[in-house]
């Protein structure tokens, strides 16, 4: 494992700039994973962290020793591809121990790393497969093999359960998060998958137009995200954004604000009979009512059920319903929101009074 750090790292194609002056430290045996939208540019610093691209300013380090004119073999680091990149006419065996041959590591020592990475990763008795005789989750174990005999210092993976089916990701996930504890080395992470972000990472980096937006735990971000756009990038469903009018006390003045709760933080009460008046919310009660809307959409889930509810033409939420009766599209009622889980973004989407 080794300490990975990205010192004022910028990255220009013409005169397009993608990344801009980035800073960014991977302790030793972390698993970091980055995400963000399309296009933010985090598989092009991933790609600079494997020499792949080169940096247009900025140094990137590995246990303090500068790495950024290097050259990728050079740098030991390995990369998981998200299309696996393994060679169709060679057998499993070949495809794990084609890097090690180049490298003149001895036979012996290579059949062990290959038995070794191949128990490991469960494709023992595939290793004299072809890849076109594999599954995608067979190919995917081959590619963390490949990188895995080489005992590299760091581990890059450039969302590598993309192609695969839902399920199938479930247990890769598990898979990776298994061997990231058995091996504790440094993995660097990238995926526009927020459920494997929340679910792997030891620490999240959201990136936004190739600047970091925030940095910390998957609960953190979750709990006190720092900007409207990483509180609506993480969670799913996504956050809810209501406008507001503040009136500072003793200003006079009045200035808007954009309150943001999550689904499980507010609730659909259907309309009682031809009463449009809000129900009574008790003294014990931390929450607010918060006008009529109509259903648009719904969603059960089994453990809980979704309403889309249009609070006025442009303005939808999503909430929860917890009653016996699902509500259908049509329907009207009231949303509840638990007061004690608002937060208060400003006009330039930054969070306020925390």
Excluded: W
Aim: hydrophobic share 40%; charged share 20%; aromatic share 6%.
């Amino acid at each position: 494992m080794a300490q990975l750090e990205l010192i004022q790292v910028s990255k220009d194609f013409g005169k397009n700039s993608i990344i801009h002056g980035l800073d960014l430290t991977v302790e030793a045996g972390e698993f970091l994973v980055v995400v963000g939208p399309s296009g933010c540019g985090k598989s092009t610093l991933l790609r600079i962290v494997a020499g792949l691209e080169p940096v247009s300013k900025g140094d990137v380090r590995i246990d303090g020793r500068s790495v950024t004119k290097l050259s990728p073999k050079a740098r030991g680091i390995a990369m998981v591809f998200q299309n696996y990149a393994l060679y169709p006419h060679m057998s499993v065996r070949e495809n794990i121990s084609f890097g090690l041959k180049l490298a003149k590591i001895p036979d012996d020592e290579v059949s062990r790393r290959v038995t070794d990475a191949a128990k490991l990763l469960h494709i023992g008795a595939l290793l004299d497969r072809k890849p076109y005789q594999l599954s995608g989750g067979q190919k995917q174990r081959v590619a963390m093999g490949r990188a895995m005999v080489r005992q590299p210092a760091i581990f890059l993976f450039d969302e590598p359960l993309s192609n695969l089916d839902a399920q199938l990701r479930v247990q890769m996930r598990a898979e990776i998060a298994s061997l990231h504890r058995r091996l504790r080395s440094t993995i660097v992470y990238v995926t526009h998958d927020q459920t494997e972000a929340m679910t792997l990472a030891d620490r999240i980096v959201v990136m936004r137009a190739g600047k970091v937006e925030q940095i910390a735990a998957p609960m953190e971000l979750y709990r006190n995200p720092a900007t409207k756009f990483v509180a609506s990038f993480i969670g799913s469903p996504a956050m809810n954004f209501l406008p507001v009018s503040v009136f500072p006390a003793g200003t006079g003045m009045h200035r808007t604000e954009t309150i943001g709760f999550r689904p499980e933080h507010s609730e659909f009460i259907p309309a009682s009979g031809s009463s449009r008046l809000p129900p009574v919310v008790s003294g014990e009660d931390d929450a607010i009512i918060v006008g009529t809307g109509a259903v648009k959409l719904v969603e059960p889930l089994g453990s809980v059920t979704l309403v889309h509810c249009e609070l006025a033409p442009t303005l939808n939420v999503i909430c929860e319903y917890h009653g016996p009766n699902i509500p259908v599209p049509g329907d009207e009622g009231f949303l509840k929101i638990d007061i004690s889980q608002l937060l208060f973004f400003d006009g330039e989407g930054l969070r306020v009074r925390k």
